[in-house]
């Protein structure tokens, strides 16, 4: 977020500089420095650890829960923001004993993300993008929908680690995505097993 600190110190600082004395100007950089690291905080992440042993990066914001999915080995939420993160993960060993084998997280990630297209009249699902974090290959989709509730955003990430592939799945309302974007892509990108 970008706060419009200038014209208010630009004011300040011509008056100032009308009446300069070594103590004015000393609380006027203490202000500009203030200033430049209230415009400049970032959301503090704290290493959590989930399901068979990995980690990831969670905002200080969000609390532990257990009532979001039955199956996500990590779940994490911040009411007040409307913010809500779930890990599911899933051995690769298990998935080919199932007869289902992923080429790469891109692969895994059309394949889940397949029931979202099914209503494609309802849900915009974005073309995948694929990259690497952590030593991991990931792919990732942004998906918007409207219901009886609202207007959402939901960013959906597969990550394929040496053995598992996890699907990250953060979700806010619509209104809240730029606000909450860039957190949910770092914490999405920060699993470590």
Sequence with gaps: MHIPIF???SIYHSKLM???TPIKLVVFFLLLLGS????????QFTERKGGHSYTMEIPSYMVKTYELNDVASLQYFNKNKEAYTIVIEDSKDELELRGMKFENATDFLESFA??????????????TKSFESNGNRLAQNELKW????????????AV???????KVICWTLAANAPQLQ???RHLSASIKD
């Design 7 to 9: 014209s208010y110190l």
């Design 18 to 20: 009308q009446t300069s």
């Design 36 to 43: 430049f690291s209230a415009a400049q905080a970032q959301t």
């Design 114 to 127: 397949a029931d979202y297209k099914k209503e494609e009249k309802r849900r915009k699902l974005s073309k």
């Design 146 to 157: 409207t219901d009886e509730d609202g207007d959402f955003f939901m960013l959906i990430t």
């Design 160 to 166: 394929e680690t040496k053995t598992h592939f996890y």
């Design 182 to 184: 860039d957190d949910f």
